[in-house]
């Protein structure tokens, strides 16, 4: 086992001093896009100032003949273009491809001062991490990067799930994870072939009426994703990283993909994958709190100042841990709102605090 005394040391001399909180800044959604495609890199100015991370896309969905073009044209928005305050991501190919340690070699080096955050497909446990880790560290030293890469884990390996505790805690580099489920899917051998949603096949039914045998029966739709979302979710929470939903590949359905992003949102994840411009004003107006309740969970706090005590407002018991619901509530209204005029409008915060530092995800 690993001293903790060392667990924030740097991994290679000269490389930078890993941190100590994740930094939670806007992050409703992470915009892939591949680079190999000029068409899209030509989008990039517009784009960018409409979503809080863009995402190089290396992996699944580059065909093999344009894998090293992605590479280039993300190196080249990461040069070239200023992004102003969004995020530059990227997803690198999985760590079994021969294509992951040019990645790695040619990103860091060259564009390490501007990307943040790497994400690293099919983990599976925590020596995935381990070999990243130590990985980054060696290429920030030779490239003099100041500031850590982090490293965001996609969960869709049935052994990824099973070993989620000992991914979330293996780096302080871990700034989150993302679902997947298509590569889940696979990897469970479920038998689906939709990416994210429900399936109308997965559900309960309730029993014969015993009066009428033959009539309709209720039947309801189940969320098959539920258990693993809700555990990455408490993976991610109890060492300060971020959980992501993922993608939605039902581009057409509209409602369908906002239902699924606001089922995560609801259970604790921050943002989602958005695959195509259409997702983007989806993510944003679900992982962007309700104005109603932004606006009740402000009329606790001010009611209670001091966070303690039984209270009724509106009908409701209020206590210490409704005021700690509430202050989640605000405290993400508040962040939004300093990127944000409009919804610094709808939530009523008509003084931007924009000097304040970015709270982090403990
Ligand atoms: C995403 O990468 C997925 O496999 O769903
Ligand atoms: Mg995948």
Redesign the pocket.
């Known amino acids: 086992m690993r001293n903790p005394r060392d667990f924030f040391k740097p991994l290679a001399i000269d490389a930078p001093e890993p941190i100590r909180e994740i930094p939670f800044k806007p992050s409703r959604m992470i915009h892939f896009m591949d680079f190999s495609n000029e068409k899209m890199v030509a989008k990039v100015a517009d784009l960018a100032p409409t979503v809080d991370i863009l995402l190089g896309n290396l992996e699944?969905a580059v065909p093999l003949e344009k894998k090293e073009a992605a590479r280039d044209g993300l190196i080249k928005v990461g040069r070239e273009m200023d992004l102003g305050d969004t995020a530059l991501w990227t997803r690198v190919n999985e760590l079994a491809s021969p294509y992951v340690l040019d990645d790695l070699n040619r990103i860091v080096t060259e564009i390490g001062d501007k990307v943040e955050v790497i994400m690293i497909?099919k983990v599976e446990g925590a020596w995935d991490i381990h070999y990243v880790d130590r990985l980054l560290a060696q290429l920030e030293a030779k490239a003099g990067v100041q500031r850590p890469i982090l490293v965001h884990a996609?969960l869709?390996t049935h052994l990824g799930v099973v070993n989620l505790e000992q991914i979330a805690s293996a780096s302080p580099r871990i700034q989150g994870m993302s679902f997947?489920?298509?590569?889940?899917a696979a990897s469970r051998r479920m038998k689906t072939t939709r990416?994210?949603g429900g399936h109308p096949g997965y559900r309960t039914i309730a029993d014969p009426d015993p009066d009428n045998p033959d009539a309709p029966r209720p039947s309801y739709q189940q969320d098959p994703w539920h258990y693993s979302i809700a555990r990455m979710v408490d993976a991610c929470t109890s060492v300060g990283a971020l959980p992501f939903y993922?993608?939605y590949g039902d581009i057409g359905d509209a409602e369908g993909c906002e239902t699924q992003f606001r089922a995560a949102f609801l259970l604790g994840c921050v943002g989602a994958w958005t695959l195509h411009p259409n997702q983007v004003p989806i993510a944003k107006r679900v992982f962007s709190p309700e104005p109603a309740e932004v606006a009740f969970a402000k009329k606790v706090i001010e009611a209670i100042p001091d966070g303690r005590g039984v209270h009724m407002i509106d009908g409701k018991m209020q206590d210490d841990a409704t005021w700690k619901q509430c202050q989640v509530m605000v405290t993400l209204a508040e962040m939004l709102a300093r990127k944000d005029p409009e919804l610094a409008e709808a939530y009523g915060f008509t003084t931007a605090r924009s000097g304040e530092p970015a709270p982090t995800a403990a």
């Open positions: 699944d497909p996609i869709e997947g489920p298509a590569d889940l990416v994210g993922g993608p």
